[in-house]
């Protein structure tokens, strides 16, 4: 049964080492980040599970002790998922579950074991929400980090351009994840988070399945838009 997640974004950028001289403008969302895992351990689960955008659906679970790095963003810098080393793993963590394991270790967390799940972009919202009710069902206590960014359209500068669609998809995305509003994520609109480049919404919508019945509530940590893109810290508990 779900007993907490924290949603946070994935941008490599969050890791300071690649982010270099423009760190500091993540500053706030790392703190929200930090904030969120908080509420995880709190909630004393007895399995974390991290869902994040991958390029395929499927790839996974990557168990405990999958590295990862981000030396494809010009950083020699590797991460582990987890202390536990374990056997070595063929798999190498997607992006988005490579910043989680470095936000794991950036807290110390040792509160529970921990797994990964990657979700490809195309994945029907069915299935997401019923992987995430397979995911619920996997322990007594299960918590999640789920790892995604809205869309990439917030101004001419960013990554996908400017769309007119991008700003309310992004506010209703964050009163969702600020309410834990289970029925809203379920309905998102997979098409356009995809003509958004908004690489979180399967993710989100696998938190849905696994939240079903489970009644948690939700508080909203961090909105905003650095560099076109929208980033938002929420945790549910």
């Not at 998922?81 to 963590?93: F, H, I, M």
């Amino acid at each position: 049964m779900l007993v907490a997640a924290a949603v946070c974004p994935c941008p490599p950028l969050l890791v300071p080492d690649v982010a270099a001289g423009a760190a500091s403008e993540l500053d706030a969302a790392r703190t929200a980040c930090v904030d969120a895992l908080s509420v995880l351990a709190a909630a004393r689960p007895d399995r974390l599970v991290i869902v994040g955008p991958a390029e395929q659906s499927g790839h996974g679970p990557y168990p405990e002790g999958t590295q990862g790095s981000f030396r494809g963003f010009g950083v020699d810098l590797g991460v582990t998922l987890g202390r536990d080393k374990g056997a070595p793993s063929e798999r190498v963590l997607p992006p988005s579950l490579a910043v989680a394991a470095w936000l794991l270790e950036r807290t110390g967390w040792s509160a529970a074991p921990i797994e990964g799940l990657g979700v490809g972009e195309p994945l029907a919202a069915e299935r997401c929400i019923e992987a995430g009710r397979d995911v619920a069902a996997r322990a007594e206590r299960v918590a999640l980090l789920v790892m995604g960014d809205a869309s990439a359209c917030r101004t001419l500068k960013a990554p996908g351009y400017l769309d007119e669609r991008a700003e309310p998809f992004d506010a209703e995305v964050a009163r969702a994840l600020g309410a834990a509003d289970v029925a809203a994520l379920k309905a998102l609109d997979a098409e356009l988070a995809y003509e958004l480049k908004a690489s979180g919404r399967g993710a989100w919508q696998v938190m849905a399945g696994a939240a079903e019945g489970a009644g948690l509530s939700g508080a909203l940590l961090y909105e905003d838009a650095p560099y076109g893109v929208g980033y938002v810290v929420a945790a549910w508990s």
